[in-house]
């Protein structure tokens, strides 16, 4: 589980203190948090943190690590919960983190060639850093700047493009927020453009609905594929990746930007 599902969270949680509530993520008894959490939550209005059980005025939310309402698992393979539909999460900043976000100036691509490279899944999101290089080289020679997010997880830069170094996922989220658009895989990312308003085009293929984690602002591309969940590499979703054209994503990016 990675930050992509804390940022969920905060989407289910949204609004919360508006109606003079909070929400807590756990069993109805105990607040449950994986490493991410507080990392996404920090400052977040709407959540309340371990040891808050007993606060008045909160609202449990079962969505916690192994419980995350979207899926069950079924053998070697995810059977999603066609009733769930995220909602774009919220992460709030402090003003030195603002400041920080704007290091890199505003209006640049950030593309992101593979997400989370060392889940088993990884394999079935995999678009191709051939394809992605591609739509890199088209988009700067349309004049556009385009920037890849360069951590000691991330793929390696891509040939061509401006590597902005990062100091957390925070960091990266508070720069995303001024980009013009995220080109990338299904994953914490797209979450995170989400989140921050950002357009996006996202390669879902044949692993996970667009209609359970996708978000309608986004450009979704499957490949024509139902969703198939395996949690090991298949032939079906890489025929679906396969099937997603450098054309198809240039096209939805130029619409969007």
């Not at 203190?17 to 977040?44: C, L, M, P």
């Not at 960091?171 to 994953?187: N, P, R």
């Not at 692993?207 to 139902?226: D, R």
């Not at 990746?241 to 054309?247: H, K, N, P």
């Amino acid at each position: 589980m990675g930050f992509g599902d804390q940022l969920l969270g905060s989407g289910l949680a949204k609004g919360a203190a508006a109606r003079g509530r909070r929400i807590a993520f756990g069993n109805g008894i105990k607040i449950i948090w994986d490493q991410h959490s507080a990392e996404v939550f920090r400052g977040n209005p709407n959540i309340v943190a371990p040891g808050s059980e007993c606060a008045d005025r909160i609202d449990w939310i079962p969505f916690y690590k192994g419980h995350r309402l979207y899926n069950r698992q079924a053998g070697d393979r995810w059977v999603w919960n066609m009733d769930f539909h995220a909602i774009p999460g919220e992460m709030y900043f402090d003003d030195a983190e603002r400041k920080a976000g704007a290091r890199f100036g505003k209006g640049f691509v950030i593309i992101e060639p593979q997400s989370a490279p060392w889940k088993s899944v990884a394999a079935n999101k995999d678009w191709g850093r051939a394809k992605f290089q591609a739509v890199a080289d088209r988009l700067k020679a349309a004049g556009h700047k385009v920037a890849q997010f360069q951590s000691d997880k991330g793929s390696p830069v891509l040939a061509g493009v401006t590597a902005l170094k990062t100091t957390s996922f925070r960091d990266a989220v508070a720069v995303l927020s001024h980009a013009a658009i995220y080109i990338g895989s299904e994953g914490g990312l797209h979450h995170a453009a989400a989140a921050v308003g950002i357009p996006a085009v996202v390669l879902f293929g044949g692993f996970i609905p667009p209609s359970v984690t996708g978000y309608t602002t986004h450009a979704n591309l499957t490949g024509g594929a139902e969703a198939c969940g395996s949690l090991k590499p298949c032939s079906h979703c890489r025929k679906a990746m396969e099937a997603i054209s450098v054309e198809e994503v240039i096209e939805e990016a130029r619409e969007r930007l």
